[in-house]
C-alpha cells in the first residue's frame, strides 16, 4: 500500500462523544415537555426511539433538522421547527464535556503535518458539531461534512469530494476509519486506500474487500508511511 495523502473519519476512529446527540435530545424532551409536550413513553424507550431517529440522519435519510422537528411534532410540541435551533445550541454547549479524544490522536495528526502529509477529515453528521469535534482534535486541515458536502458515506461522491479538498489522485490516498462498510470497503471502492481502524468490538463481514491495512492504534499509521 502506497499513499501520500490521509482522509480520516471521525466517530469512534479519532475520538467518540459519548452519546452526546441522545442525551441532548434527551434534555430538549425535558425542555419541550415542561412547554406542554408529552412524552411517548419512558426514558428507555425515548432513547431508543431518538437513537432511531439519529441513526437515520447518519445514514442520510433526514438530516438533523428533520429528525429534531419529526421529534417534537410526534410529541405534540406547539412549534416544533422551533426547537431544532434549541436542540443544535445544547448539543453544541454539551460538546466538550462529552467528547474524548483517542488518546494518541492529537499526537499523530501533529506528527503526519510535520512530516507534510496531507490529512483531511471526512465526516458524516451535521456540520457545526462535526467540526467542533476537529476543533478539539486541534485538527488543522478540510474538515468535510455530510450535510454542507451533499454527499455522505458510503456513496463515491463523498470521497470525490475529499480527494478534491486533499488535491491528491484517489490511489494516493489512505482512508482510515471503524467502519468497515461506511469507511473502508467504501474508500477502496472510491479507488483509495481503506485503512481499517479495528478497535472496537466489530467484525469485518467477509463479502466486503479485504481492508488495505489494519490499525489497532492511531499511532501505527506512522509506520506505514
Ligand atoms: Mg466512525
Redesign the pocket.
Known sequence: MHFSALGF?????LGIDNKLERVAFLRLLDAMCNDGAKSLGTLAQESARIDELLERQRSGVCSIDQAVERFAAERGARTPGAWVERYKQMALESMPEFFVAQPDAREVLGELQRRGIACAIL?NGWSPLQQEKARQLQFAGPVLVSDTIGAQKPQLEAFAVLAGALKTDPHEIAYV???PR??VAAAISAGMSGIWFDAEDVSYAPELPEPSAVIHRLAELLALL
Not at 473519519?9 to 476512529?13: C, G, L
Request: charged share 35%; no cysteine.
Open positions: 473519519d471521525i466517530d469512534h476512529t465526516s476509519g471503524d467502519n461506511g469507511d
